[in-house]
Nanobody
Framework: VQLQASGGGLVQAGGSLRLSCAAS????????MGWFRQAPGKERDFIAA????????AYADSVKGRFTISRDNPKKTVYLQMNNLEPEDTAVYYC????????????????????WGQGTQVTVSS
């Protein structure tokens, strides 16, 4: 199983980035997908998750209204659109996959996720 995250970079505050995570080696439509981030010196935190068929989503309070998670099952890819970025959003962003059988479930707990990508750095300058 491989989760390949991309799309990170350096952006000014107020700008936007779109992260992508391409999955291989798993039956993508059966996995809940999530995004987490880890800032320097801090623990990894939940950011967003999307259910198997994409109908349900969950977000951390810190990103609600600014970030949008989506998925394209035929392309085996999950996205994180990040708008109105703030310096506090600076972190390494990780995508993850959880084998949860309920089609409407979303997963916010890190320990439930089965597979993780390598991370992509997002840096927001003030």
């Amino acid at each position: 199983v491989q989760l390949q995250a991309s799309g990170g970079g350096l952006v000014q505050a107020g700008g936007s980035l779109r992260l992508s995570c391409a999955a291989s080696g798993l039956t993508f439509p059966t996995y809940v997908m999530g995004w987490f981030r880890q800032a320097p010196g801090k623990e990894r935190d939940f950011i967003a998750a999307i259910s198997v068929i994409g109908g349900n989503t969950a977000y951390a309070d810190s990103v609600k209204g600014r970030f949008t998670i989506s998925r394209d099952n035929p392309k085996k890819t999950v996205y994180l659109q990040m708008n109105n970025l703030e310096p506090e959003d600076t972190a390494v962003y990780y995508c993850a996959a959880a084998n949860v059988r309920r089609a409407t479930a979303v997963v916010t707990t890190e320990s439930v996720y089965d597979y993780w990508g390598q991370g992509t750095q997002v840096t927001v300058s003030s």
